[in-house]
T-cell receptor, first 115, second 112 residues
Framework: DAKTTQPTSMDCAEGRAANLPCNHS???????VYWYRQIHSQGPQYIIH???NNETNEMASLIITEDRKSSTLILPHATLRDTAVYYC????????????????FGQGTILTVHP | EADIYQTPRYLVIGTGKKITLECSQT?????MYWYQQDPGMELHLIHY???????EKGDLSSESTVSRIRTEHFPLTLESARPSHTSQYLC???????????FGQGTRLTVV
C-alpha cells in the first residue's frame, strides 16, 4: 500500500474552514484515498473517499490533485466537535472493485478547533 | 449506523487469566481487523481476516490469537494475560466492493 504523509498537528478557528493536507506521492492507479477521523479514543469514523475526482458529502470535501500525489480534506465550517485525529490512507482495489491488502493507519493529523 | 459490536467495553483482569474479546458484525462483511491502541498513540494492526478460516498477523507482533469460524464473529484470545497487554483493542470490518471500514467501540483491557 502507498504510504501517506500528514502534518502532525493543525489548529483551526471555530466556524472557519479546516484544510488538512495529505501527501501520497507513491500512489498507484488502483488505489483510492480514504479519510477517517478518531475522536478521543472512540473507533475511527469514515469521512470520505475518492479516486481522482473531487468528492463532497455531508461531512466534508475531498480535493485530489490531478497527478493524484496529494489530497486535501476540507471541513467547510469547523466546530469544536471536529477536534479529532484525522487519518489519510490509501487502499488498493482490484478490477472487480474488491479491496485487498492490510488496512493500516499512520499517525494522522491532530486537528484542534478553537472557540 | 455501524452494526459492529465489541464486548466487553471494559475489562479488568488478573495476570495469568485467559480472556476472549468478542467482535461481531451483522453487515455480512468478509474482511475483519483487530487493532491495538495505547492512549494518544497510533492504531496498530495486530490481526486481520479476509473471510472464514482466513487469519493473518498484522504489522504489530501480538501474543494474542484470533479465529474466524463464522463470517460475523472474529474473537481475539489472550491465553495468559500480562500487564503489558493493557491497552485498547478495536475491531473493524469492511465489505467487498469499495466500502469503508466500520469500527466497534473498542474494549479497554487492564491487566493487574
Amino acid at each position: 500500500d502507498a504510504k501517506t504523509t500528514q502534518p502532525t498537528s493543525m489548529d483551526c478557528a471555530e466556524g472557519r474552514a479546516a484544510n488538512l493536507p495529505c501527501n501520497h506521492s507513491t500512489i498507484s492507479g488502483n488505489e483510492y484515498v480514504y479519510w477517517y477521523r478518531q475522536i478521543h479514543s472512540q473507533g475511527p469514523q469514515y469521512i470520505i473517499h475518492g479516486l481522482k475526482n473531487n468528492e463532497t458529502n455531508e461531512m466534508a470535501s475531498l480535493i485530489i490533485t490531478e497527478d493524484r500525489k496529494s489530497s486535501t480534506l476540507i471541513l467547510p465550517h469547523a466546530t469544536l466537535r471536529d477536534t479529532a485525529v484525522y487519518y489519510c490512507i490509501v487502499r488498493p482495489f482490484n478490477a472487480g472493485g474488491t479491496s485487498y491488502g492490510k488496512l493500516t493507519f499512520g499517525q494522522g493529523t491532530i486537528l484542534t478547533v478553537h472557540p | 449506523e455501524a452494526d459492529i459490536y465489541q464486548t466487553p467495553r471494559y475489562l479488568v483482569i488478573g495476570t495469568g487469566k485467559k480472556i476472549t474479546l468478542e467482535c461481531s458484525q451483522t453487515m455480512g462483511h468478509d474482511k475483519m481487523y483487530w487493532y491495538q491502541q495505547d492512549p494518544g498513540m497510533e492504531l496498530h494492526l495486530i490481526h486481520y481476516s479476509y473471510g472464514v478460516n482466513s487469519t493473518e498477523k498484522g504489522d504489530l507482533s501480538s501474543e494474542s490469537t484470533v479465529s474466524r469460524i463464522r463470517t460475523e464473529h472474529f474473537p481475539l484470545t489472550l491465553e495468559s494475560a500480562r500487564p503489558s497487554h493493557t491497552s485498547q483493542y478495536l475491531c473493524a470490518s469492511s465489505g467487498r466492493v469499495r466500502t469503508e471500514a466500520f469500527f466497534g467501540q473498542g474494549t479497554r483491557l487492564t491487566v493487574v
